[in-house]
């Protein structure tokens, strides 16, 4: 999230707003690409070209399928559902919660977890965040608050600046897992600590933890009490769940599940 500001393109709102064309875009990616003799520059923009295809691809099944707005691929996850609440398992591990109150926490960037709530206000403030924080903050919701992905699929479309439905509805359900496919549980500790070594990136968004240096800001629960940093800290919540149970309890049901839909996936689910 750090180098992203610089290293994309950050043409995705210009795109979703039609300022500008994906064939505008191509022919002269492609210009520049004949131009440049080799090395990881000419990689780096085939490597473009490749997610402009499959920005397209995603857009027109999209289109063929729009029904995933609100309907899961795999429909056994229907079966997990109480509200808007996945049960994934003991709800104890939910700590008392509502699913308003873990969804109110995911969207005001206040779950306790300082990654987390750097991503989300990050967005909320400029409107965009690099691919990969954009998929933790989708599997922390999912996979740690257990909650449904349609209740944080109207959150996400307001604050991104490059919103796309075509985008938008598929990467959620795959991020989600409910296309049975793949299982994308985010560690988010571990995201912290490889994409935010230093914590600079939290200590930008979450003002709570400003005074809180180095990587201490990724983990303020280790702060040692009675000391000033942990005052500093203070106004930063607690956690809200624990990530490594409520992440191991809903991994083995996903599995599971996803072992079904493997073995059932010539059955219709449209």
């Given at each position: 999230p750090n180098s992203a500001w610089t290293a994309c393109s950050r043409l995705s709102p210009y795109i979703a707003w039609g300022h500008i064309s994906i064939r505008t875009i191509w022919q002269n990616v492609e210009a520049r690409r004949l131009e440049v003799k080799g090395g990881n520059w000419k990689r780096s923009l085939q490597a473009f070209l490749v997610r402009l295809q499959w920005r397209c691809n995603y857009c027109q099944r999209f289109e063929m399928r729009c029904w995933m707005e609100h309907r899961n691929v795999c429909s056994a996850w229907e079966h997990l559902l109480q509200g808007k609440t996945y049960v994934f398992g003991d709800v104890a591990l939910l700590n008392g919660t509502t699913d308003e109150e873990r969804l109110?926490?995911?969207?005001?960037?206040?779950t306790g977890y300082p990654m987390v709530d750097a991503c989300?206000?990050?967005l909320l403030q400029t409107g965009w965040l690099n691919f990969r924080m954009r998929c933790m903050l989708i599997s922390f919701a999912v996979y740690n608050l257990w909650l449904d992905w349609r209740s944080i699929a109207g959150h996400l479309a307001r604050v991104f600046l490059d919103y796309e439905p075509g985008i938008h509805y598929p990467q959620l359900q795959m991020q989600a897992g409910t296309t049975g496919?793949?299982?994308?549980?985010y560690s988010v500790l571990r995201q912290a600590k490889d994409q935010d070594p230093k914590g600079d990136f939290v200590r930008k968004y979450v003002e709570e933890l400003a005074a809180v240096p180095g990587s201490a800001a990724l983990e303020p629960w280790k702060l040692p009490a009675g000391t000033k940093l942990r005052e500093a800290a203070a106004g930063y919540p607690p956690r809200i769940v624990d990530e490594v149970k409520t992440a191991k309890a809903s991994k083995a049901t996903v599995s599971a599940l996803q072992q079904w839909f493997q073995q059932h996936r010539g059955r219709p689910t449209e």
């Open positions: 109110a926490a995911w969207e005001r960037g206040r989300m206000r990050c496919c793949d299982l994308r549980c």
